[in-house]
């Protein structure tokens, strides 16, 4: 199976929200990286047929997924940025809701519904209401239901925004655990999402893809740029302005700070192995890493 994208523009007005992606995309994760406004939803979207782009083409297997229509759909699953799960709703009763939509089988219904709860761990709260469910169980609920159909395609926005760490990372297992014999593409702002994950990450920045790597290799680029150095805390604003710095963690009465530099900014600084939140930071420079 092969998700190809072509030349791939959208414009909004003036906006040009993606500009000319060429991708292959084969079985495996993907991991989509950018900042807020990179076109990281844009592009989801567009995979997911639910928008057209302005140009270019996607093809599945040599076939424009427009021209596949329905054929496409019941290969995908998709859980968008923002998703509206009905609050009053039990687990088991939107996930039917759902199954019906997607026009599942009813006689399929019941065992894909038990085996999709299962898999997303929520066969126990199956019968609690969705809006009293904590932040994770939501987004695993938004899992479950994009995988009603058993999808060959799975495309999920953002899914571990405003999660807590350990939500993160069963989340993050879960997708691991889903992740053979489909496409998975996941958009994230946090990188150790996809650090492990990922077979490849895609950097978008402004629309273009920058970059595309498994992240071992992405990592090797920054190899001899990461330092640590100790200091004190009235002299954090100084390296703050010169360099890209990242992590600030005390150190009994002192900071140690990460710091993102071609050259050794200190003699004293000591060199570090790169993780992707540095790789993160040496692109974009943005405050909101963690
Ligand atoms: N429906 C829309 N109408 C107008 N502009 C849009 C629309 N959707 C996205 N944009 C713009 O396109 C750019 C990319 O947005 P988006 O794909 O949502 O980025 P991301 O998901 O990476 O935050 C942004 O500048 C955004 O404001
Ligand atoms: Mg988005």
């Known amino acids: 199976m092969k998700l190809t994208i072509k030349q791939v523009t959208k414009t909004f007005k003036e906006k040009k929200a993606l500009d000319a992606i060429d991708l292959e995309l084969t079985t495996g994760v993907y991991g989509i990286l950018g900042a807020n406004g990179s076109g990281k939803t844009t592009l989801m979207r567009i995979l997911a047929s639910v928008m057209k782009p302005t140009s270019g083409q996607v093809l599945l297997d040599g076939q424009d997924i427009m021209a596949m ?59 609690k209401k969705v809006g009293e469910f904590s932040g994770g169980m939501k987004r ?98 100084r390296y703050q302005s010169q360099y890209k710095v990242g992590n600030i963690a005390r150190v009994d009465d002192r900071f140690q700070l990460r710091i993102l530099s071609d050259d050794q900014p200190d003699h004293d600084a000591i060199q570090d192995h790169p993780n992707l939140e540095d790789l993160y930071l040496y692109y974009f420079d943005e405050e909101e890493t963690a």
């Open 140 to 237: 695993r609920v938004g899992i479950a239901q994009a995988l009603l159909n058993d999808p060959k395609i799975l495309i999920v926005d953002e899914p571990t925004a405003g999660l807590d760490p350990k939500e993160r990372i069963r989340f993050r297992n879960l997708l691991s655990k889903i992740s053979s014999n489909r496409i998975v593409v996941l958009s994230t702002h946090i990188v150790s999402d996809i650090e492990f994950i990922a077979k490849e990450v895609l950097i978008l920045k402004e629309g273009q893809l920058i970059k595309k790597e498994t992240p071992q290799r992405l990592l090797k680029g920054i190899e001899d740029k990461v330092w640590t150095l100790v200091i004190d805390e009235n002299e954090i604003p």
């Open 69 to 127: 229509s329905h054929e496409y759909r019941n290969l995908i699953g998709y859980l968008p940025q923002h998703v509206g799960l009905y609050k009053n709703f039990t687990a088991e009763k939107f996930l039917k809701y759902i199954a019906a939509l997607k026009g599942l089988p009813k006689e399929e219904t019941d065992e894909k519904v038990d085996e999709v709860l299962e898999l997303v761990g929520l066969s126990e709260a199956r019968r």
